[in-house]
């Protein structure tokens, strides 16, 4: 096995990864770790933008309160001020790493989305999280200090179980994890270890996240010892493209903020005047997606139309052009026709806890991004919030680790991984067919709305699951279809555990047997 060391590790490069090594490298060694190609995380897949208030028109108040409304009062009010303030400096850095955010008449174009009281979004077209993870990517490519190394697959973390002398410190010292050209699992250790391996939306059957989402830092820290929160609020976006070959295509809340309409094709009207009179199509998404749910199930339908034809065809063009040319190159032209969208599962709102540093539970492993829950989101995240999230908890990690780097010890010796007692698998469609069931039944028994009785049902499916993938991983040497398959299950099982903790209806968690809000907020949290 081969073993590598820097000072600071990272595994993740997105949006939170690459901020995080780009305010350490200066002084640090910095080691970025990525289970595929560096780009192939949600961060390139950000469409509608960053939310910040940069208009005179706006307050910061403003954008606190809409947080916390579309959080259901669930979130950390100290952490959404600290958030929503750092916003302004966030989008400034990017413009100077160059990303080319829309203008109008010589100041930032700002577009609108649900949930927000203002426009603040600021956007590249509908290509933001492009735009963003290339600016990132190009300056941590040119900087001397950090090593960019992409196709592995963190297995575990590295922490004081694994010293040759068992200092009973508990603390993370990397991670082992597999290469994936050569098959072999190599030993990266490290002062400070960073988690930002974002979402576990491939969990469900239907996401718009990419394939690599499968909750793999969130299970990695759980196993570690660090406490888990919120897992039950998963968040289903209302308006992804339903089409039977593009299954994870994401039309933009953008579209609805610059006018586009929701309608049932079955009455040709408008529905969303039932379920939020007031705000509509702009209405937080959790309130948005489960009027679509509630349509779909009324009227038999396969899905519903999201329509922004009235619009002029060049104001559709402008604003979404990658949008349009996908769709187009499906046969529907967005400037004439109504687009047929369903919700599918978003984001990953819980995670692993941390504080404002983003230090969790374990001495030397901090956590930044979509993988964590430090207070933002509550029970719903707002839209534009999350790339914000990781500019600044990328950048509040860094910071900590510099500040008390002289402090952090040094890396003991870690044994090497254990491969004596594993032989090739020849049951590779077992990881395959436990995959599609793990998906099928969290979409059918844990979506928009829940039971306890079909939670139930889901937990006993995935309490066989685990006993099934945790023999073949004992026996069989590790594949990436296996590691994931492995968080997938840790991750559903936190999320079924955490949904049947909550005794009530609140943001994203909304159950028939417990369909009112309790008067008191309480955070989920699973202790491992
Ligand atoms: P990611 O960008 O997902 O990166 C995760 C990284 O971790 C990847 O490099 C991956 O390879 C690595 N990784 C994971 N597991 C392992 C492992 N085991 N070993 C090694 N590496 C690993 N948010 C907004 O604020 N605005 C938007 O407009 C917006 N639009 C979105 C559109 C879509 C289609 C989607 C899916 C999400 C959108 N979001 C948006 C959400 C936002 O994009 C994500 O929450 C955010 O990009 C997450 O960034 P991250 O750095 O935490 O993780
Ligand atoms: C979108 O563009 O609708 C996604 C925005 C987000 O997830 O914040």
Redesign the pocket.
């Known amino acids: 096995m081969s073993a590598a060391s820097s000072d600071v590790l990272i595994?993740?490069?997105?949006?939170?990864?690459l901020t995080a090594a780009l305010n350490l490298a200066d002084r640090f060694r910095v080691t970025v770790?990525?289970?595929?190609a560096?780009n192939?995380?949600?961060?390139?897949?950000?469409?509608?933008?960053?939310?910040a208030v940069l208009e005179p028109g706006d307050t910061f108040a403003n954008h606190v309160e809409d947080t916390m409304v579309a959080g259901a009062g669930l979130n950390d009010r100290d952490v959404v001020e600290f958030v929503v303030g750092e916003a302004p400096q966030a989008i400034a850095r990017l413009r100077a790493l160059g990303v080319p955010f829309a203008e109008e008449g010589g100041a930032l174009h700002l577009t609108r989305e649900g949930g927000h009281s203002h426009r603040r979004i600021v956007h590249v077209a509908d290509a933001?999280?492009w735009a963003v993870q290339e600016a990132l990517q190009r300056a941590a490519e040119a900087h001397p200090n950090i090593t960019l190394l992409p196709d592995?697959?963190?297995?575990d973390l590295a922490t004081s179980r694994h010293e040759q002398r068992y200092s009973g410190a508990g603390n993370v010292w990397g991670v082992y994890?597999l290469d994936r050209a050569s098959g072999m699992v190599e030993l990266h250790t490290a002062r400070a270890t960073i988690l930002?391996?974002?979402?576990a939306?491939r969990t469900y059957l239907f996401s718009?996240?990419?394939r690599?989402?499968?909750g793999?830092?969130i299970a990695?820290a759980w196993r570690a010892g660090c406490r888990i929160s919120n897992m039950e609020m998963m968040q289903f976006h209302p308006t992804c493209l339903y089409n039977l070959e593009v299954k994870n295509f994401?039309i933009?809340e953008a579209v609805r903020g610059e006018g586009g309409r929701l309608i049932n094709p079955a009455t040709g009207k408008r529905f969303m005047a039932y379920y939020d009179a007031e705000r509509m199509e702009l209405a937080p998404r959790d309130v948005v997606a489960r009027a679509i749910d509630a349509e779909i199930k009324r009227y038999g339908l396969d899905y519903v139309h999201l329509d922004i034809s009235h619009q002029p065809a060049d104001f559709v063009r402008e604003h979404f052009p990658n949008i349009h040319e996908k769709l187009l190159g499906l046969g529907i032209d967005m400037t004439v026709q109504p687009i047929p969208v369903v919700p599918a599962q978003?984001?990953t709102c819980g995670g692993i806890v941390v504080d404002r540093d983003g230090r969790t539970d374990l001495p030397g492993l901090y956590a930044?991004?979509?993988?964590t829950e430090s207070g933002l989101h509550g029970a719903n995240r707002l839209?534009?919030?999350?790339?914000?999230e990781?500019f600044v908890y990328g950048e509040a990690a860094a910071r900590h680790i510099a500040e008390c780097w002289d402090t952090l010890p040094a890396v003991p010796a870690i044994r090497a991984w254990d491969e004596s007692r594993v032989t090739d698998s020849d049951e590779e469609v077992v990881i395959k067919q436990n995959w599609t069931e793990i998906r099928r039944f969290m979409w059918n028994y844990v979506g928009i709305v829940r039971t306890t009785k079909r939670l139930q049902r889901a937990k006993r499916r995935i309490d066989l699951l685990t006993q099934e993938v945790e023999e073949h991983y004992g026996h069989f040497r590790v594949t990436a279809d296996l590691?994931e398959l492995r968080?997938l299950i840790q991750t559903a099982d936190l999320i079924v555990r955490s949904a049947l903790h909550r005794h009530e209806s609140r943001g994203l968690h909304f159950t028939l047997d417990y369909p009112d809000m309790l008067p008191h907020v309480v955070d989920t949290v699973l202790v491992p």
């Open positions: 595994v993740g490069s997105g949006a939170a990864g770790l990525a289970k595929g560096l192939e995380g949600s961060t390139a897949w950000a469409q509608g933008g960053i939310a933001t999280g592995r697959c963190a297995i994890a930002a391996t974002g979402g939306g718009t996240a990419p690599g989402a499968t793999d830092g990695m994401l933009t978003h984001y930044a991004g979509e993988c839209a534009s919030n999350s790339l914000l990781c590691i968080n």
